[in-house]
């Protein structure tokens, strides 16, 4: 299994699958890096947010093509789900 490479911004075309790396045209994994993280915040803000970034199975390489995502805590959505059931007639 390769080191993981340093993270390079990568513009996308119509699809994203093949690594300008290596070559490689079976497509990426992902993952996910806090966008704040090593940044001192003096205002928390609501959401955490999350840069989405491509890594190629092959070599690698790692890309981050500026998509930004923040997830729901599945506990907070299921006490919201419980607390609109409970106000229902």
């Known amino acids: 299994m390769p080191e993981p490479?340093?993270?390079?911004?990568l513009r996308h075309a119509d699809e994203i699958c093949i690594c300008p790396a290596c070559g490689y045209t079976y497509g990426f994994h992902t993952s996910f890096v806090s966008a704040n993280?090593?940044?001192e915040r003096p205002i928390k803000d609501t959401r955490e947010v999350y840069r989405v970034i491509l890594i190629c199975p092959e070599c690698g390489a790692r890309y981050d093509v500026g998509w930004r995502v923040s997830f729901i805590d599945?506990?907070?959505?299921?006490?919201?789900?419980?607390?609109?059931?409970?106000?229902?007639?």
């Open 74 to 89: 599945p506990e907070n959505r299921i006490i919201k789900t419980i607390e609109l059931q409970q106000q229902t007639p």
């Open 5 to 9: 490479g340093e993270i390079t911004t």
């Open 37 to 39: 993280a090593n940044k």
